[in-house]
């Protein structure tokens, strides 16, 4: 589909101009869902709850349930096309926005949730999009209230914010190239669950089964762990469970800076690894940059000759959380923790070095493929991103001739 940059006119015929409204202008109704007591136990009606809102989409990996199985109002019920505004959750989530698209037979949604209706010149579908554009967040983000780990936002909190809103046709136009990326972006994330799929049975064949045959040494003979403070000029490194050790400024989003100085924080090196208190959902991460960390991690620094891929690997892997890293968890339920002595002195795998070297490369070629998948899933997220903020505040038209086929007749 084509563009127009100008933003005036196209081969003499005039674009009207983006209409900028007030949310509660274009709104007919809204909504909270039902305050229903939730079990996991399957029964006949779903709950869409908060954790069930993507940006834009709906996520069915963990469904809650109403126990009795019976609605409190048939105002509950969602319906195709519903747009879901999240009113609670963390300040960095919190305005969440995703449009049911009936992912599930019959569900309701619960009272953390808001249901947006509008008026028949805009389209769902739009909104849907508009709502997770970056000058969407920015005013949402803005009207967000509460502490950083329980937010929140309601209608008359967002009910003035201010919308360019195109005419109707060319919010049809728009939704639909938008969505082209969408399902690019789809296409890609299900090749690289696929990939990630045959990477996890290598793991199995080529370390899960081979571990009791290998020599056994204490993590404490391999590592030190590692104190260094005082580097407020390094760089500010997150520590996550799907991308290791980065910097900060790689994470999408809004991340909470440290208040005050950073002279606590402790230096990481590449080739070093952290353990969280919470590592036990995840595995050890490997950092490859240099930088500081928070100092609730502990900082694992080889001391021996290791193949730092190969222990990069076997430290995600289902095998050693399983077997070995649940060793060292303390605690039960929510109040699990790492205990860094516990998992310093259990027996870990310490194959020869070419043995190590060998599996790593083995292991490697398949995780360079969805490295390389993840980074055009990126692209094309980076692409969406760039041509919502476009096309979205009227910086970038659609063209006439293409509006046109929107047009009712």
């Known amino acids: 589909m084509s563009v127009n940059k100008s933003g005036k006119s196209i081969e003499g015929n ?87 698209r009936g992912e599930l037979e019959h569900s309701v949604f619960n009272s953390n949730i808001m249901r947006i209706t509008f008026s028949a010149n805009v389209l769902n579908e739009y909104m849907n999009y508009y709502f997770n554009s970056y000058n969407a967040l920015k005013q949402l983000r ?65 370390i899960s089964r081979r571990c009791d045959s290998w020599a056994h040494i204490k993590p404490k003979k391999i590592f030190d762990t590692i104190t ?48 969280s208190l919470r590592s036990f959902q995840g595995g050890l991460e490997y950092s490859e940059y240099q930088g500081i960390i928070s100092p609730a991690y502990t ?9 730092c891929d190969f222990y990069r690997l076997f430290f995600k892997s289902a095998v050693f959380i399983d077997k070995y890293l649940n ?17 310093m002195s259990i027996s870990i795998p310490y194959p020869r070095l070419e043995e190590q070297k060998q599996v790593a490369d083995i292991l490697l070629s398949y995780q360079k493929e969805i490295d390389l998948l993840k980074q055009l899933a990126e692209k094309y997220k980076s692409q969406k991103c760039g041509l919502m903020q476009k096309m979205m505040t009227g910086e970038w038209r659609v063209k006439l001739e293409i509006i046109n086929q929107y047009m009712e007749a």
């Open 14 to 100: 005039a674009v009207s101009a983006f209409k900028e409204v007030k949310l509660k202008d274009i709104v007919t109704d809204n909504c909270l869902g039902g305050n229903y007591e939730c079990v996991e136990e399957v029964t006949p009606l779903p709950v869409i709850k908060m954790g069930n809102l993507d940006r834009g989409t709906i996520t069915l990996e963990k469904i809650e349930y109403v126990s009795d199985g019976k609605i409190l109002s048939n105002r509950d019920v969602l319906k195709k096309g519903d747009i879901l505004f999240n009113t609670r959750n963390t300040l960095d989530l919190v305005g969440k926005v995703a449009m049911w």
């Open 142 to 206: 803005a009207r967000a209230t509460g502490t950083t780990s329980v937010g929140a936002i309601y209608w008359r909190d967002c009910k003035n914010i201010k919308i360019p809103l195109p005419p109707l046709p060319e919010q049809k136009a728009i939704a639909d190239l938008l969505s082209t990326w969408d399902e690019a972006i789809e296409k890609t994330e299900r090749l690289i669950q696929a990939k990630e799929a045959v990477l996890k049975g290598q793991i199995q064949k080529l």
């Open 228 to 275: 260094e403070k005082n580097f407020p000029e390094e760089e500010l490194l997150s520590v996550t469970q799907d991308r290791g050790v980065i910097p900060r400024s790689m994470l999408a989003g809004r991340v909470m800076s440290p208040d005050g100085t950073t002279a606590s924080y402790k230096l990481i090196k590449r080739g070093d690894f952290a353990i």
């Open 299 to 307: 900082v694992l620094r080889p001391k021996i000759e290791i193949n």
């Open 327 to 343: 060793l060292a968890v303390i605690g039960i339920r929510d109040g699990k923790q790492i205990s860094i002595p516990d998992f």
